[in-house]
């Protein structure tokens, strides 16, 4: 009698952290997407965001002006799964299944890293045929464990642009010359990751929360009018374990 007592109060234990853990879940990650009366479409978050490993959340054309503002509070380096590697909070870009390259993960519209060796922002905007160039931060400075900081990446076809506004630093800005989005690549939907998947292994996921995220992407070529089913969002986290990375970040 006692051990089909203990069981019952196993499996109803059981059931009550599955639940708080959907509760948890369904209180973050969660996002619209509009279209403006201009054919400017609108990503924006609904709740706070927190990197989870190879998870997209909708898609959005890759256009040829595009602007992304949010709030970030740093959480720290995860060293996960490994320890001093680089680090994704977001990518905007074709899924892994299409290969490391401009058509799968190399494509970024764009994305944001910590670096290897220090608490430093990295930027990587997919332009031409290039799709990985570096675009180091690392002059704002290290980041601090807690802090928040306004964060604004924007680009066209000839210029991009970072602005960064934090407790110890504002009115960073720093431009970059960038060649066109490539013609191949404009109109395409793309998944909106937070953060992505990977050819082989997994990368270390950022750690840090996100909010009053905005994206919007623009261009004169009409994308198709639904976004690709394949990229709603999951209704339960992952649940596998990423293994080490194979190769770094930008390769």
Known sequence: MCIVVLLVYVVLL???IISNAQQQ??????????????????????????PQPATAYGSIPIGEVMRMEFDFTFGGRSNTPVAGDWEMFFRVGFSASGGPNCGGQGARYPSLWLTDTRDTLHVSVSEGTTCQPQQSLSDYGNLAVGASYHIIIAFNQSELTVQIDGPTRSGYIKPWRRAPTHAQYLGQWAPVWFMSDKTEGAYNAG???????????FTSTPPPSNAPSAYQPPTVAPTKTPTAPTVAPLT
């Open 14 to 16: 059981c059931l009550c």
């Open 25 to 50: 879940l369904d209180s973050i990650n969660q996002y619209n997407i509009s279209r403006d009366a201009d054919g400017t479409y609108r990503w924006v978050s609904l709740t706070d965001f927190i």
């Open 207 to 217: 750690s840090g929360t996100f909010s009053n995220i905005v994206l919007t992407s």
